[in-house]
């Protein structure tokens, strides 16, 4: 699993991304909910996003419901998580390089921690391939009439406006595993779109 910061969209001419349930990958937004991005569990409190999405007041939203007409649908307070802002450790510099861990309170209804009623994802050292497998959940805009930054026509995804800001997921496969002397740049062929920095690539 890695986590990766998206500046990217629509790769082909459909968004091929589809509704998915992996109830460890959470929605994180600011407190005012200005902006998202997606966060993993990595154990029973820490989670791992994107550097560039660190150091803000946040909280993590699991079992996030499908949004309806493109607004987000914010789940249970059961299911909300607030994260330590003082518990991140994070890189922002250089292209491939932005990445943070960092830790979420217990539940303040439950008093449980993420990671214990959510799960988690173990941290595994394996170097990716090029080819390899993959799959990514985000929780990243989509909509009926995407550009695709690619071949100028317009990407579609018939979902997109229950999708949108809702987890979801693309199957594709690595491209580059490291470019010239960076080799934490992976590059695949997975939509990705606002909304999906920090969003783990699983293979």
Known sequence: MFSINIHAEVCKYDDERIASTQKPIGRMVTIDRDSV???????SSCFVTSGV???QNKVIEFNVPQSIDNQP???SEENIYEVDSTSFIFDTRGVGQPWSVAKVFPNKIT???AGDIQGFFPVISKKPRKNDPIIIYQYALTDP???DVRSGEVGVNINGKTLSYSQSSGLGKLINAGIFLLP??????IDTTSGAAGAPIIN
């Open 111 to 113: 008093g449980k921690k």
């Open 145 to 147: 009439d995407r550009y």
């Open 37 to 43: 991005c997606t966060a993993t569990m990595i154990s």
């Open 184 to 189: 934490s740049i992976l590059e695949h062929d």
């Open 53 to 55: 999405c660190a150091k």
């Open 73 to 75: 649908i914010h789940p």
